[in-house]
């Protein structure tokens, strides 16, 4: 597996992960109208935007040969943005290489406190890397709540 620097090219990939992710995985823990919200369809992307969020931060993609298991985002401010693991790969460490790629730029970058708003599926995995709770919250997108949860670890 390995985990690199992002790629205009990993556009796409990403956008299909992303929406499978939410899907497949999240659906565990969410309803049909927020995965729906959540994740749209693909067709209906606003694709220039999806590729505008990748700017200004480091994110890190995980590879094994040609697919795409995952990418995790770090903002300047130690915020974790998107962190997606696709289906095929959760479970088999993925989140953690892209989490420490993501804890050792901080580190670099002198970056003292990392935070997230993870979702219910991310929250157990977030809580195994040290992150602490915060607080409970429900966010609302296109008119539709999601429960979701403010993190945070320093170093």
Not at 60 to 71: P, R, S
Request: no cysteine.
């Amino acid at each position: 597996m390995n985990i690199r620097l992002y790629q205009k090219s990993d556009s796409l990939p990403l956008a299909e992960l992303f929406f499978n992710t939410i899907r497949t995985v999240n659906r565990q823990h969410y309803s049909d109208e927020q995965v729906k919200t959540w994740a749209p369809d693909l067709s209906t992307w606003d694709m220039q935007a999806w590729e505008k969020k990748f700017e200004n931060k480091w994110v890190f993609v995980a590879q094994e040969g040609e697919e795409l298991a995952g990418f995790g985002e770090l903002e300047p401010n130690g915020h974790i943005d998107r962190f997606y693991i696709a289906e095929s790969a959760v479970g088999k460490g993925v989140g953690r290489l892209i989490y420490k790629a993501i804890e050792e730029k901080a580190k670099e970058q002198k970056i003292t406190r990392l935070f997230v708003e993870a979702s219910i599926t991310a929250r157990p995995f977030f809580q195994k890397m040290g992150f602490e709770l915060v607080k409970e919250q429900v966010v609302e997108r296109n008119g539709v709540k999601f429960t979701n949860f403010v993190m945070k670890k320093y170093f």
